[in-house]
């Protein structure tokens, strides 16, 4: 292969990158959007300092 080619190739890549980065989501949300969590929030924690270790 060529430098030609070689850098022909790595350009084609970056730019089938960048087409696939910048490109409507593929995700198969439902039309009524994301819910919201339902679950249990976590216990509240006190206000006083605890050392990190």
Same mark, same amino acid.
């Given at each position: 292969? #060529?430098?030609?080619?070689?850098?022909?190739?790595a +350009?084609?890549? $970056?730019f089938?990158?960048?087409?696939?980065?910048? /490109?409507p #989501?593929?995700?198969?949300?439902?039309?009524s959007? +994301?819910?919201? $969590?339902?679950?249990?929030?976590p216990?509240?924690? /006190?206000?006083?300092?605890?050392?990190?270790?």
């Amino acid at each position: 292969m #060529n430098i030609i080619q070689a850098i022909g190739v790595a +350009v084609s890549y $970056f730019f089938d990158g960048c087409i696939e980065l910048f /490109s409507p #989501n593929h995700d198969d949300y439902p039309l009524s959007g +994301v819910q919201p $969590f339902e679950g249990e929030s976590p216990p509240k924690r /006190s206000s006083i300092s605890r050392p990190w270790y």
